[in-house]
């Protein structure tokens, strides 16, 4: 176990001391990072930003990758995630947010890149508590119902600019509702 968390730069083994566990924010990996993070009781403005940030810089040129190859299997596995979305909506079960993170990981394997979407994972992660509150305490559900479906659409009709444009807009109101969040907070 402390081999596999030295591997992850969790912890700094040194023969005959022994395991020290090391400064996330300055030396560990993304995992360190991620599970610092996890254990704190929330993620701060900044951090969420920069978070946010990082998805925008991944997941928009995923999105246009997605349109370019996405076959009719590819669009039909998204609608069928969307109809559970939908249905997760009508039963205001919190189901939703897995699988909204189910839809944003099948468009960012459908470009064929294999690192990108597993960083991707890491900043979804970091995101679970807050997704819960934004999406099923505060109701706003059907405004990303409404993005995706979107997304979706672009996908279908292989169009690259109009797939990058619906994942950022999307982005833009996630931003939106995590500073109306944050604004209810203060």
Do not use: C
Request: proline fraction near 2%; glycine fraction near 6%; aromatic fraction near 10%.
């Amino acid at each position: 176990a402390l081999h596999s968390l030295s591997l992850l730069r969790v912890v700094d083994i040194r023969p005959g001391e022994g395991a020290f566990v090391r400064d996330s924010q300055k030396e560990g990996s993304i995992e360190a990072f991620l599970l610092a993070v996890m254990s704190e009781e929330g993620l701060d403005a900044r951090l969420m930003a920069e978070a946010l940030e990082a998805r925008r810089l991944l997941e928009v040129p995923l999105a246009g990758w997605a349109a370019e190859s996405a076959t009719k299997e590819d669009v039909a596995r998204l609608s069928e995630i969307y109809s559970r979305m939908e249905k997760a909506y009508q039963a205001g079960d919190a189901s939703y947010i897995e699988l909204d993170w189910e839809f944003h990981l099948a468009i960012d394997h459908m470009g064929g890149r294999r690192l990108l979407p597993r960083l991707l994972t890491t900043f979804y992660s970091m995101f679970r508590g807050k997704f819960y509150s934004m999406f099923v305490e505060m109701g706003k559900y059907h405004f990303s119902l409404e993005e995706h479906r979107k997304i979706i659409s672009a996908i279908e009709r292989k169009d690259p600019a109009a797939a990058r444009r619906a994942v950022s807009a999307h982005l833009s109101g996630v931003e939106g509702f995590l500073e109306s969040d944050s604004n209810h907070a203060d």
